[in-house]
């Protein structure tokens, strides 16, 4: 049975960091493609960054410039690294794990981002 468990959200003050973690279990994930969605209040869920198998990233632009995502095949783990935090960027944050060959499709429970002075 295959799990994504995300970690690191929180609160935050503007202008500060945090570095979300999504670990996956129950399958090798190094050829999966990587993704971080958000979903702000009373929103739609929305992308926020992709890394494929060979680590070739896209970045939304709300957020280019200011979010890295990187992965480590090693350990089954998708971060995403985000800087300079506004209140717009206020959420629930999801990773996502998508193998593009046989359509799996997996989904974390979710991590709350809450950016806040």
């Known amino acids: 049975q295959v799990e994504l468990v995300e970690s690191g959200g929180g609160l935050v003050q503007p202008g500060g960091s945090l570095r979300l973690s999504c670990v996956g279990w129950?399958?090798?994930?190094?050829?999966?493609?990587m993704a971080w969605y958000r979903q702000p209040p009373g929103k739609q869920r929305e992308l926020v960054a992709r890394?494929?198998?060979?680590?070739?990233?896209s970045i939304e632009d709300p957020v280019k410039g200011r979010f890295t995502i990187s992965r480590d095949n090693a350990k089954s783990t998708v971060y995403l690294q985000m800087n300079s935090l506004e209140p717009e960027d206020t959420g629930v944050y999801y990773c996502?794990?998508?193998?593009?060959?046989?359509?799996?499709?997996?989904w974390g429970e979710g991590t709350l981002v809450t950016v806040s002075s």
């Open positions: 996502n794990f998508m193998n593009f060959v046989n359509g799996m499709n997996y």
């Open positions: 129950g399958d090798n994930f190094s050829h999966y493609v």
């Open positions: 890394i494929t198998s060979g680590g070739s990233t």
